[in-house]
């Protein structure tokens, strides 16, 4: 993985890097399906359950940390699609996360503010 996600823009490398990229996401939905399959109590395990995926950089070509993506799985938000946040650290959703747990935190690591998942 490391040396297809290092591509160098060359076609052949990023044609890779999304077949096992898109493998990855595949195993990921089969696990997402399973936990919705399961019950613990009254509920999905799915429900019971808050997952985040995301990467550790935005461009491992060019080991840029912007525009980090990231995915959350949790049937208590309200909404879903997608949110682009400019300028935001990660630690904001990490921070969102925590406080959603029930953690009394207002700071982790370089956030500015908890990023609001449930709105």
């Known amino acids: 993985y490391h040396d297809l996600s290092h591509h160098g823009q060359k076609p052949e490398k990023v044609k890779k890097l999304l077949k096992l990229e898109h ?3 595949k195993r990921i939905n089969a696990s997402l399906s399973t936990m919705k399959e399961r019950k613990a109590g009254n509920e999905s395990l799915f429900d019971q359950t808050t997952t985040l995926l995301t990467a550790s950089m935005g461009s491992a070509n060019a080991h840029n940390f912007d525009d980090l ?14 949110w682009r946040r400019k300028d935001t650290p990660m630690s904001n959703l990490y921070l969102g996360l925590l406080q959603q747990f029930g953690a009394e935190r207002d700071r982790f690591g370089e956030s500015t503010r908890a990023f609001d998942l449930l709105a």
């Open 69 to 82: 993506p990231a995915l959350v799985f949790d049937s208590r938000m309200k909404s879903s699609g997608y």
């Open 23 to 25: 493998a990855i996401l």
